[in-house]
């Protein structure tokens, strides 16, 4: 007999339960009905996640999986229904960790060893938790467990604790603004305004009338009693999109807007006092902007108080396969299609792909793919891309390799010269050098390097050892 829940609200609730294991899918149906509850059991991960919304479940419970696998069920879960609590049956301390990390305070642990009475109070626990909550604050899910994004998960969960600038820069389509999104909705500002500026947009007379306001009506942006975006900002969050094309008289005008402490009234002769936070982004280094004299040095003092520095895609390969799910299950509950599995050969390809898109690229491709259903005909323009983008980098490392300084090593002594030997020891350094790039953007996976090289895994092992490559 099963101890019932002490709560007789929480009976009939309903319950979906994903486990691949039928004993165990029996086993959990037994004990979940035996609470009082409704348990809806699925064996596959797709027809789970594809009656989500038409279930309308109070609680998710995970059955045990690998982390990656449970990783990419939590955020199609919070894609899905971000209010919706998840427990997970497992005894690996990452998922615990990925769930602190990501701010899932409602995604809860339990040990594959459990004694029923842990387990039915860790479903009331987990039920009480969301009836308490009601509809939890949405933030954006920023996907990825690399050492790079793990930081920036941390540097943003701390900075709910300050109100200063916070400075993020990136190349394009790394997801700027996804960062700047996911600050606001992790601070106490979170249920006050977002506004958003491009600065890149707009020509300065416009610009300057919508970030300070203006006398006559000009701009298409702001409220028809021309007040400013700042104004509008208030209590909230202002978020400076490409502040590398700031104009220098706005510059100027800005800097001002920090010193004064507001935006100076003409009616009344004294600064309207603001109280927002202030988010810039750009796409390349203020810190050489300054250096050559582009971007006032004062101004960059003011706003790179925090600095987040978001990575390319081609330096957290490891993201990509993870991502790339999420991707997908995005566009597919978009789209209104079923759960949509990309293969492990894609993912493969992905993986050794340079990405200059970044997560933009990546979400176009994966969204053609789901629509024209077809991966064969996309892994094709990809690869077809991939050799471009090494036959440009071959083409410069030869261009480096092969220097005049080089030629002058070889023909200091014109009677020893060999025009055989001068070759193949260019071939050698060549090689050599495109091994070390090709390892390096992999962080060493050599099946992937083997893969993009187009020589066999026991080739390139050969080469390493003999070029002492480590």
Same mark, same amino acid.
């Given at each position: 007999?099963?101890?019932?829940?002490?709560?007789?609200?929480?009976?009939?609730?309903?319950?979906?339960?994903? !486990?691949?294991?039928?004993?165990? +899918?029996?086993?959990?149906?037994?004990?979940?009905?035996?609470?009082?509850?409704?348990?809806?059991?699925?064996?596959?991960? /797709?027809?789970?996640?594809?009656?989500?919304?038409?279930?309308?479940?109070?609680?998710?419970?995970?059955?045990?999986?690998?982390?990656?696998?449970?990783?990419?069920?939590?955020?199609?879960?919070?894609?899905?229904?971000?209010?919706?609590?998840?427990?997970?049956?497992?005894?690996?301390?990452?998922?615990?960790?990925?769930?602190?990390?990501?701010?899932?305070?409602?995604?809860?642990?339990?040990?594959?060893?459990?004694?029923? =009475?842990?387990?039915?109070?860790?479903?009331?626990?987990?039920?009480?938790? @969301?009836?308490?909550?009601?509809?939890? /604050?949405?933030?954006?899910?920023?996907?990825?467990?690399?050492?790079?994004?793990?930081?920036?998960?941390?540097?943003?969960?701390?900075?709910?604790?300050?109100?200063?600038?916070?400075?993020?820069?990136?190349?394009?389509?790394?997801?700027?603004?996804?960062?700047?999104?996911?600050?606001?909705?992790?601070?106490?500002?979170?249920?006050?305004?977002?506004?958003?500026?491009?600065?890149?947009?707009?020509?300065? !007379?416009?610009?300057?009338?919508?970030?300070?306001?203006?006398?006559?009506? /000009?701009?298409?942006?702001?409220?028809?009693?021309?007040?400013?975006?700042?104004?509008?900002?208030?209590?909230?969050?202002?978020?400076?999109?490409?502040?590398? /094309?700031?104009?220098?008289?706005?510059?100027?005008?800005?800097?001002?807007?920090?010193?004064?402490?507001?935006?100076?009234?003409?009616?009344?002769?004294?600064?309207?006092?603001?109280?927002?936070?202030?988010?810039?982004?750009?796409?390349?280094?203020?810190?050489?902007?300054?250096?050559?004299?582009?971007?006032? @040095?004062?101004?960059?003092?003011?706003?790179?108080?925090? +600095?987040?520095?978001?990575?390319?895609? +081609?330096?957290?390969?490891?993201?990509?396969?993870?991502?790339?799910?999420?991707?997908?299950?995005?566009?597919?509950?978009?789209?209104?299609?079923?759960?949509?599995?990309?293969?492990?050969?894609?993912?493969?390809?992905?993986?050794?792909?340079? $990405?200059?898109?970044?997560?933009?690229?990546?979400?176009?491709?994966?969204?053609?793919?789901?629509?024209?259903?077809?991966?064969?005909?996309?892994?094709?323009?990809?690869?077809?891309?991939?050799?471009?983008?090494?036959?440009?980098?071959?083409?410069?490392?030869?261009?480096?390799?092969?220097?005049?300084?080089?030629?002058?090593?070889?023909?200091?002594?014109? +009677?020893?010269? =060999?025009?055989?030997?001068?070759?193949?020891?260019?071939?050698?350094?060549?090689?050599?050098?495109?091994?070390?790039?090709?390892?390096?953007?992999?962080? $060493?996976?050599?099946?992937?390097?083997?893969?993009?090289?187009?020589?066999?895994?026991?080739?390139?092992?050969?080469?390493?050892?003999?070029?002492?490559?480590?």
């Amino acid at each position: 007999m099963y101890p019932k829940s002490a709560n007789q609200t929480d009976q009939y609730k309903k319950i979906v339960i994903l !486990e691949s294991n039928q004993n165990r +899918r029996d086993y959990l149906r037994s004990i979940i009905s035996g609470f009082g509850y409704t348990p809806f059991i699925f064996e596959k991960e /797709t027809i789970c996640l594809d009656n989500l919304h038409s279930l309308e479940p109070d609680l998710v419970i995970s059955g045990p999986s690998y982390p990656r696998r449970i990783f990419r069920f939590i955020n199609t879960v919070k894609l899905r229904q971000f209010d919706l609590p998840v427990l997970v049956i497992s005894s690996d301390p990452l998922i615990q960790d990925y769930a602190q990390l990501n701010g899932f305070a409602d995604v809860s642990i339990i040990e594959t060893n459990f004694e029923i =009475s842990q387990f039915r109070e860790s479903i009331h626990r987990a039920l009480k938790n @969301k009836l308490i909550a009601g509809q939890g /604050t949405k933030y954006p899910l920023i996907i990825g467990n690399s050492p790079e994004m793990v930081r920036i998960k941390k540097v943003i969960s701390e900075l709910q604790r300050f109100n200063e600038p916070v400075l993020v820069q990136g190349e394009i389509g790394t997801g700027k603004e996804l960062v700047a999104r996911a600050i606001h909705s992790q601070s106490e500002r979170r249920h006050n305004p977002f506004v958003k500026v491009n600065l890149a947009e707009l020509p300065l !007379e416009l610009l300057e009338c919508d970030l300070f306001g203006c006398d006559q009506l /000009t701009s298409t942006n702001k409220a028809q009693d021309g007040k400013s975006l700042i104004h509008f900002a208030q209590t909230g969050t202002l978020f400076l999109e490409t502040i590398e /094309t700031i104009p220098a008289a706005l510059q100027v005008k800005l800097l001002r807007f920090f010193e004064e402490g507001g935006i100076f009234q003409k009616e009344t002769g004294v600064p309207e006092a603001h109280d927002i936070s202030l988010v810039v982004s750009s796409r390349t280094s203020l810190d050489m902007l300054v250096h050559k004299g582009h971007f006032r @040095k004062d101004l960059f003092y003011r706003l790179n108080v925090f +600095r987040i520095e978001i990575p390319p895609l +081609r330096h957290r390969i490891e993201d990509i396969p993870t991502l790339a799910d999420f991707v997908a299950d995005k566009f597919c509950m978009d789209l209104g299609k079923s759960h949509y599995e990309i293969s492990d050969r894609t993912k493969d390809v992905f993986c050794s792909y340079a $990405w200059p898109g970044n997560v933009r690229e990546l979400e176009d491709l994966v969204r053609a793919m789901i629509l024209q259903g077809d991966e064969d005909a996309i892994l094709e323009r990809l690869i077809l891309n991939r050799k471009s983008q090494f036959q440009t980098t071959l083409d410069e490392d030869i261009n480096m390799v092969v220097s005049p300084g080089d030629v002058k090593e070889y023909i200091r002594d014109l +009677r020893s010269i =060999s025009l055989k030997h001068v070759c193949k020891e260019f071939l050698v350094r060549i090689e050599k050098r495109l091994m070390q790039k090709v390892l390096a953007s992999t962080n $060493w996976n050599r099946r992937k390097a083997a893969m993009i090289l187009n020589i066999s895994y026991k080739s390139l092992l050969n080469k390493i050892k003999a070029y002492e490559l480590g």
